[in-house]
């Protein structure tokens, strides 16, 4: 399996590799035509061109040249690239570099010219000669080279800047979400332990069933924790868990109605949003008041949003709330912050008071459609 293993990497590597061959090989093969072109075009304006395939092989001789030396130019650039705090160093090591690429591309040059017309000039006349007319454009050509280098790398650097702050900004998010779902656990959970305590010595049966649907539901919010999205339909279910424990606690004084239109069913929301703004409804509705009261949960598509309402019937908006979250709980707050933090101020968490009695929690977000749960959701509608 190991040989395998590498016998697939060496190839992959070896293509790779190719490719980048070929690739250099294609760039310089487009230098060799457009300067062949140019010193065509320039003999043939003032009358004494010679024939064009001449210009290609003068082209392609001092050219290809540089297409070979070029990954030594590659290898310096690397291994001395430019330092903003040493930038007298940098020009001293490449003007050094420079110099002595430039002349070891004319010496090359002068042997290639040499081999290819032999008998015309001596080598030590061709060398004099490609020293006088090339060796400047060569230097110029090494510090082209340079500065390509230098400018690919800022980029690629620049590129990997970007994607790490990306990255850490992400994972920021991830964890005041994580903090915010932290936060609203404990708080559910001492208020279930509670009933359970109230209920365990005056019915120890329903205290008994409580305790059993507190343990479903833990484990659900417990596979929920690597969940950002889920459809509506699977966070009804689980609201539909939490309300088991509250019916069983408050008996037929609580009535729980949902309204819910079936093109919402598939709509995207935060995981485990509807949760506390129920528990909100039912602690400051039933928990506080005498009587009995009516939750009801509904949802909508208004043009391009999803539109979610949670109410009760027995409760009263104090004096103190307001709608910029001046006077809210630990469940309002942090589902106002975590719509803030996913939505990026797209949704909209509001509330307000219902006549003659009651409140409404209202929750607008963007629809999207949740088509990548779907697999999942059965799995957890079998609990």
């Known amino acids: 399996m190991l040989t395998g293993y590498m016998t697939r990497w060496r190839a992959n590597h070896m293509k790779r590799a190719a490719l980048r061959a070929g690739q250099h090989c294609a760039l310089w093969t487009v230098v060799v035509v457009l300067f062949a072109l140019q010193n065509y075009t320039y003999d043939a304006l003032y009358g004494h061109p ?5 210009y290609f092989r ?3 001789e001092g050219w290809y040249t540089w297409a070979a030396i070029s990954p030594l130019v590659f290898w310096l650039a690397a291994k001395y690239p430019l330092d903003a705090k040493h930038p007298r160093r940098f020009i001293s090591r490449h003007l ?3 110099v002595a690429v430039a002349f070891l591309a004319v010496a090359v040059l002068a042997f290639i010219s040499h081999y290819v017309e032999p008998g015309v000039q001596p080598l030590r006349k061709r060398l004099m000669l490609a020293l006088g007319k090339g060796m400047a454009l060569n230097i110029l050509t090494y510090w082209a080279l340079l500065g390509l280098t230098q400018a690919l790398r800022f980029y690629r650097e620049n590129n ?3 994607l790490r702050e990306t990255q850490l900004q992400t994972q920021l998010v991830q964890t005041q979400l994580q903090v915010l779902q932290m936060q609203l656990h404990p708080h559910f959970l001492f208020n279930t332990l509670h009933a359970i305590g ?6 120890p049966v329903s205290a008994e069933q409580i305790l059993l649907n507190l343990g479903a539901l833990l484990r659900v919010f417990l596979e929920q924790e690597s969940l950002h999205q889920i459809s509506l339909q699977r966070e009804l279910h689980l609201v539909d868990l939490y309300l088991s424990i509250q019916r069983i606690r408050f008996r037929d004084r609580l009535t729980v109605h949902t309204f819910i239109a079936p093109d919402t069913l598939q709509g995207a929301i935060p995981s485990l949003i509807l949760q506390p703004i129920v528990e909100n409804a ?7 008041n005498p009587g009995s009261d009516v939750i009801e949960i509904r949802s909508s598509r ?13 409760s009263f908006l104090r004096d103190d709330v307001r709608q910029d979250g001046v006077g809210w709980g630990i469940g309002l707050s942090n589902t106002e912050q975590r719509l803030e933090q996913i939505y990026n101020g797209a949704a909209a968490l509001s509330i307000q008071a219902r006549s003659p009695s009651g409140v409404v929690c209202r ?10 749960v779907r697999s999942t959701e059965e799995e957890l509608l079998a609990l």
């Open 363 to 372: 929750i607008a977000l963007p629809f999207t459609s949740s088509t990548s």
């Open 160 to 162: 990997e800047r970007r």
């Open 282 to 288: 039912i602690v400051h509705g039933i928990a506080k």
């Open 302 to 314: 208004q043009q391009n949003s999803l539109v979610i309402e949670v109410s009760n019937s027995n």
């Open 58 to 60: 003068w082209s392609m």
């Open 50 to 54: 010679w024939p064009v395939l001449q």
């Open 96 to 98: 050094v570099a420079s």
């Open 198 to 203: 109230t209920l365990i010595h005056e019915d």
